[in-house]
């Protein structure tokens, strides 16, 4: 049984590591494309770009919160919290960008 949760400890881990991975690139794309868009898209980028750092925040807290400072229960909450706020996220910027012709199924 310990082997299995060191076995979803080092998964969840290597997941949380590659999702921060993703979300700093993501963030450093958004800060350094600097594109005119006019007064509804500069507040939806800013919103995202809001969502970002504080998805990158929760990242943050979850890795110091995992050195044996939580219940494995607790971690797993935190994990599908992270993962609930991302699923909704990505939902939200794909309706986003149907409208500039963006094909998800592509």
Known sequence: MEETISML????????NHLQTSVDALKQSIDRRPIPLDSASSTFI???NRRVSSCSN?????DSMSFGTVSFEELLGHCNEVFKMN???LIELEDRLRSFGYDPGN
């Open 9 to 16: 400890s080092k998964s969840l881990g290597s997941f949380c």
């Open 46 to 48: 800013q919103s995202l």
């Open 58 to 62: 929760d990242l943050n807290m979850l």
């Open 87 to 89: 699923q909704n996220a």
